[in-house]
């Protein structure tokens, strides 16, 4: 029951949630019209803001830059690569094998990294995240092992870690799973976006020296996104769903920070 509160609740904090429940309440607040236009007005101002694109693409810079700076250029050897759950879909009909979504940068770029003879051995995080009863999906560690063999990693190799549902349970889970293999030093690899968070949850609660590898920029560099017009300046204003979506993205990541550093995970 924790954990399916510590999923739900958030929704109603990002922008979407928290706009649809400040028009609720106005429209529930009957008896002072003026308080009831404010709160509409207020809930519409809310969800417009976080939907203009201008906004969001900020909010995944202030994210996507920390990560690219705390990236090195040249990515030493470790003792494993880390690879966060997130990004792949299971085998399940009528799908013809795992496959990739935005996310799956990360077990890509842990793939190359494997190529490239950064680490023996290629850790695959994620547990079965579902609230619903028989669900046949396992977990994701063990999709992204299946995918990892097709794309030629040996499979004795691979050290699955299914049971983790939250990047603190990742941090604390591998951090046991390095100790007990005798791992000093991992490559954590993850989304640009998702970084910050999980450098910061595993430096403190793994005990172990993490280089950061970020992947799967959502976003080209402010430089290199070219010059405005005043079509793309309108455009800019103008509510997108797929803005808002980045926009509730970069909020989680800062109010999931926040919060585990209240709780000392971070």
Not at 14 to 40: E, H, M, N, V
Not at 133 to 158: M, W
Not at 178 to 205: D, Y
Request: a positive charge; aromatic letters at 6%; charged letters at 20%.
């Amino acid at each position: 029951m924790g954990f399916l509160l510590s999923k739900l609740l958030p929704l109603l904090v990002y922008p979407l949630g928290l706009g649809l429940l400040l028009q609720l309440a106005g429209l529930t607040s009957d008896r002072r019209a003026k308080l009831s236009r404010a709160l509409g007005a207020s809930g519409i101002a809310m969800v417009w803001l976080f939907a203009m694109p201008v906004t969001s693409r900020q909010l995944i810079w202030g994210l996507e830059e920390r990560a690219a700076a705390l990236t090195p250029q040249a990515i030493p050897n470790a003792d494993a690569i880390v690879v966060l759950g997130g990004g792949l879909k299971p085998a399940l009909p009528p799908r013809r094998g795992v496959e990739v979504s935005e996310g799956g940068d990360r077990l890509l770029t842990g793939v190359r990294l494997m190529r490239q003879k950064k680490a023996g051995t290629l850790v695959t995080s994620g547990a079965q995240i579902s609230f619903t009863a028989a669900d046949p999906a396992p977990a994701e560690a063990f999709s992204a092992k299946v995918l990892a063999e097709e794309l030629g990693v040996p499979s004795q190799r691979i050290l699955p870690n299914p049971l983790s549902k939250t990047t603190a349970e990742e941090a604390r889970d591998i951090g046991q799973l390095a100790q007990a293999r005798g791992w000093r030093t991992v490559l954590l690899v993850t989304s640009a976006f998702h970084l910050p968070r999980s450098l910061a949850t595993f430096e403190k609660r793994s005990g172990l020296t993490v280089i950061p590898v970020a992947c799967d920029f959502l976003l080209p560099e402010r430089q290199r996104l070219g010059r405005p017009t005043a079509s793309s300046f309108i455009q800019d204003l103008l509510p997108d769903a797929g803005a808002l979506y980045l926009s509730s993205v970069a909020l989680k990541e800062h109010l999931g920070l926040a919060l585990y550093r209240l709780k000392g995970w971070a």
